[in-house]
């Protein structure tokens, strides 16, 4: 037996070897076939201007054969021109596939075989008609259930981009307030939180489904009574929604299928990392996570590692942009001394009195000193800082989004997210901490998709040195020649 199967081994092994053998042969085979062609085509261009010898004593085979390689040549010749090399195949699938997203339809109405009508109607009747890039890119993937990562500039967006997404989530389950919330959406400040909230509302109008706004401020049993009747879609902030979670025994979230958490960078700097990370321990692990943020920061990351699931999708817009702000935005800044400040900004203006501006001041007790000098010298202003009361600071700030033209001075509680519409001017009166924060700054002006906007940040001699943070952080600024208060004024 042992010997039949060795001599059945050696067999096969011989036909392998056979097999590899003709192979070869066909191999070279083809070489020198190529070779000789191209031999030949060689030898016909140097031949071709050489007279030919004709034949008198009929056909010969040696010309017989001749003509049959000719026309096999031809033949050759004209399959390799018929069928489509590699390159320009490649070349093919990129114009196809350029053509493709030059044509793409980005019009919410592309969506209506994933979204409800009643949330296209909402959209429709808002004034909303094509997609921003961010909420192209990211609201197909988050209507499938997935987890994503956004990063795009102030001003692109990003509120319509996760709303849609919730809204349908709970409009496909059928959530009724029974259920209890669905839906969680974190806002770091009361202001934002307010926005996002009446975006809510207006694409909300022909739903059915209960949404509620809990933050610091409010009446605390008056939201927790609501939170006992259910709510559907919710916008908090971090702190409020921690208190309730941790003592409002009504608050019924554990059929949460989804949190959002608006503006992640500014959360965590603020200070509220160690509540984001308890609410995310208190809150069911089996749900959707959207991070949106207007920067990408280590801290934001490691939310991201710890509140999304393994493989999320990361959406960055302007990843390959030049610019870190927009650009329709035009940047220029002024060196002034610290006595002649004051002078530069009141001329500034007054001057422009009559357009909707935004100062911002680094302090709280800055913005208090120069709303009560400005009103004293006849020039009108309304301020937003941290130490006002919650009521105060949201009269001012609907005060201002309704008005036409106005001045606001304010600290950076308004520089996140804030949708103002129309405003002219952002002038930063003291430079940021970080180059971070002026991009936020000046992300309330030049919004949506073509947006237009004016931004002047004012440096004393000692501060020229923030020019060069801003340069490594891609911010386009021009330097205004004339440093002139008076002159200042009318040069911008």
């Known amino acids: 037996m042992a010997d039949l199967q060795m001599k059945l081994l050696r067999k096969k092994i011989q036909k392998r070897s056979e097999k590899n053998k003709e192979r070869k042969l066909r191999q070279q085979q083809q070489q ?3 070779e000789d062609t191209v031999k030949k085509t060689t030898s016909k261009v140097l031949q071709k201007d050489e007279p030919q010898v004709d034949q008198i004593d009929g056909e010969d085979t040696v010309t017989e054969n001749s003509s049959k390689k000719k026309k096999k040549k031809k033949k050759r010749k004209l399959d390799q021109e018929d069928t489509p090399t590699n390159s320009s195949i490649f070349n093919g699938w990129m114009l196809m596939l350029f053509f493709a997203g030059a044509f793409e339809d980005q019009s919410f109405a592309s969506l209506a075989e994933l979204v409800s009508e009643n949330t296209l109607k909402g959209i429709k009747e808002m004034g909303f008609e094509n997609m921003t890039e961010i909420q192209h890119k990211s609201i197909r993937p988050l209507l499938e259930g997935r987890d994503v990562l956004a990063a795009a500039k102030t001003g692109s967006g990003k509120t319509l981009a996760f709303l849609i997404p919730a809204i349908e989530l709970i409009y496909k389950l059928r959530f009724m307030p029974r259920n209890g919330t669905g839906v969680i959406i974190l806002s770091p400040t009361r202001e934002l939180a307010m926005q996002t909230y009446g975006v809510l509302k207006d694409l909300m109008l022909h739903h059915v489904h209960t949404y509620g706004l809990i933050m610091g401020g409010s009446n605390r049993s ?15 902030t971090p702190g409020r929604l921690l208190d309730h979670l941790q003592n409002t025994a009504g608050f019924m979230y554990k059929n949460l299928q989804c949190l959002i958490i608006d503006e992640a960078d500014r959360i965590l700097e603020v200070g509220f990392e160690e509540e984001l990370k308890q609410i995310i321990k208190l809150l069911p692990k089996k749900r959707q996570t959207m991070l949106f943020s207007a920067t990408q920061t280590r801290k934001v990351e490691d939310l991201a ?8 999708l990361y959406v960055g817009v302007d990843d390959n942009k030049e610019t870190a702000t927009v650009e329709g935005l035009e940047q220029g800044y002024v060196v002034c001394p610290s006595e002649k400040r004051f002078l530069l900004l009141f001329t500034f203006l007054k001057k422009n009195r009559k357009k909707k501006l935004m100062v911002f001041f680094s302090s709280c007790m800055s913005v208090k000193f120069h709303y009560e000098l400005l009103n004293y010298i006849d020039l009108p202003v309304m301020a937003i800082h941290g ?3 919650q009521t105060k600071r949201t009269t001012t700030f609907f005060q201002f989004c309704n008005a036409d033209s106005g001045i606001l001075l304010c600290t950076d509680v308004a520089a996140r997210g804030l949708d103002i519409p129309e405003v002219d001017w952002i002038v930063q009166y003291d430079p940021p901490d970080d180059p971070k ?15 237009i906007g004016h931004a002047l940040l004012i440096l004393r001699p000692e501060e020229l040195g923030f020019l060069r943070f801003l340069k490594q952080a891609k911010v386009p600024l021009k330097p205004l020649q004339d440093n002139d208060p008076k002159h200042t004024s009318k040069s911008i």
């Open 305 to 312: 590692r710890i509140s999304l699931k393994k493989e999320p």
């Open 32 to 34: 020198q076939e190529e």
């Open 437 to 451: 924060e002026y991009i936020h700054r000046v992300g309330r002006t030049a919004r949506g998709i073509n947006g």
């Open 387 to 389: 130490k006002q009361k």
């Open 222 to 236: 008056a939201e927790a009574q609501k939170l006992g009747n259910g709510v559907n879609i919710l916008v908090a």
